[in-house]
């Protein structure tokens, strides 16, 4: 049913609406206070708040230990104030044992100031539960150690004889063309200042050495207004923002119009690997699928920057590394905003084109891993060969090798 008076907020109705939230929340807290799964177990002078799994680990530490309440807190907002009340009758001294913000210790520390209740409330706040990280049930275990006066803290499992893990760090997939694509940038502007604005994706790991091509990061899209305003700051330098073509389409293309409007002098890099590769390759616009699986008609990203008024804009493989590198610096020599679509498909979503090995010419200067670092590419001694089960034979190293000893006949 319509009803402009409840949906269409002018000021006067925002006015009413306001009055209305401030007057419905304590109702509901009230409500949410004889909700079942808030609980106070046990008795004494002390108690402890905790929700989610960080409950889970104070009731594990605390359990058959009498003189201490525990209270669970299933529902926060709006804050359950009676239930509240209740578990603090009797108490003098209680801690909040919660993850991200200290929101418990908040409403607490507003409950025994609202109602002049003569309770300490420790957590995050007054340093007693650490700021910030995941809690787990050694550490749960040792604030409330501290907290109780004991001196039982679990020290966790002696790993001390325990040989070091193999470091694994985050990096780009084995044949991954957003590799490419940095490396193309990073080969043309080869003795030019420049400044490289990332973005959110698996291309975020274009950060790490050796490739070193992302300069910030900060959320969707900011790639893009980022770089308009290191051009604003530092005119002698060449201002990149790289893109995924799913986060362009999600909160790319209002900072392309804002970069154009405003007559910015960058070059933007979509990377358009034809998924959303980082967070489970779900269908975007330019896919050419839904997420019910309809096929649609793709939207294209080369009309929308026409559109837009993108001047120039050239379409290239990655893994074309001359073609590519030569059209960034195409566009480095001109004015304006410009766009550079790198179009290669992500190894997820393809099939290998083949295998790639190293020859009897290799030389064992390492360039290729130094270069790109590949993780199909690893030293061997002196020399380097390539693992078989990672190659998908993209054919980026065989651009770098100086004596051309990768091919696919090795």
Not at 61 to 83: I, N, Q, W
Not at 106 to 112: P, R, S
Not at 347 to 361: E, H
Not at 367 to 392: R, S
């Amino acid at each position: 049913m319509k009803d402009s008076k409840k949906w269409v907020i002018f000021p006067r109705l925002s006015y009413q609406n306001h009055e209305m939230i401030e007057k419905r929340n304590p109702e509901m807290g009230r409500e949410l206070s004889s909700y079942a799964r808030n609980s106070c177990e046990g008795n004494g002078s002390k108690a402890v708040f905790a929700s989610g799994i960080s409950y889970a680990y104070a009731k594990e530490y605390l359990k058959d230990m009498d003189g201490v309440k525990l209270c669970r807190v299933a529902v926060s907002y709006p804050f359950p104030e009676d239930f509240a009340l209740k578990c603090l009758d009797g108490v003098e001294e209680a801690v909040c044992l919660e993850e991200l913000s200290p929101f418990i210790e908040e409403e607490l520390l507003e409950v025994v100031g609202k109602h002049g209740l003569d309770v300490k409330i420790k957590g995050k706040l007054s340093g007693d539960v650490k700021a910030a990280g995941e809690n787990s049930a050694d550490y749960a275990a040792k604030v409330l150690s501290a907290f109780l006066g004991r001196n039982d803290a679990r020290e966790g499992i002696d790993i001390s004889d325990m040989p070091s893990l193999p470091v694994r760090p985050p990096v780009l997939c084995a044949g991954c063309p957003h590799r490419a694509s940095f490396y193309a940038v990073k080969k043309a502007m080869k003795g030019r200042k420049a400044y490289f604005c990332g973005d959110i994706g698996c291309y975020t790991l274009g950060n790490a050495m050796p490739l070193d091509m992302v300069d910030t990061c900060l959320c969707m899209g900011a790639g893009i207004t980022m770089a308009q305003g290191f051009n604003h700051v530092d005119k002698d330098a060449v201002s990149f923002a790289f893109v995924g073509d799913s986060t362009f389409f999600a909160s790319g293309m209002t900072g392309v119009v804002n970069a154009v409007y405003n007559e910015a002098d960058m070059i933007l890099c979509v990377l358009d690997n034809s998924t959303t590769a980082m967070t489970g390759h779900q269908p975007h616009p330019g896919t050419g699928r839904t997420m019910m699986g309809n096929v649609v008609d793709k939207v294209s990203i080369e009309k929308i920057l026409e559109g837009i008024g993108v001047k120039k804009i050239i379409t290239v493989d990655p893994l074309k590394l001359d073609e590519a590198v030569a059209a960034v610096k195409e566009c480095a020599e001109i004015s304006g905003v410009k766009a550079i679509i790198f179009k290669s498909p992500c190894i997820a979503i393809t099939k290998p084109v083949g295998k790639l090995g190293v020859s009897d010419k290799c030389i064992g200067c390492k360039k290729c891993i130094k270069e790109i670092g590949c993780p199909a590419l690893v030293a061997n001694g002196k020399n380097v060969f390539i693992d078989k089960g990672l190659c998908t034979g993209c054919g980026l190293c065989t651009y770098i090798c100086p004596v051309d000893a990768i091919g696919g006949d090795c």
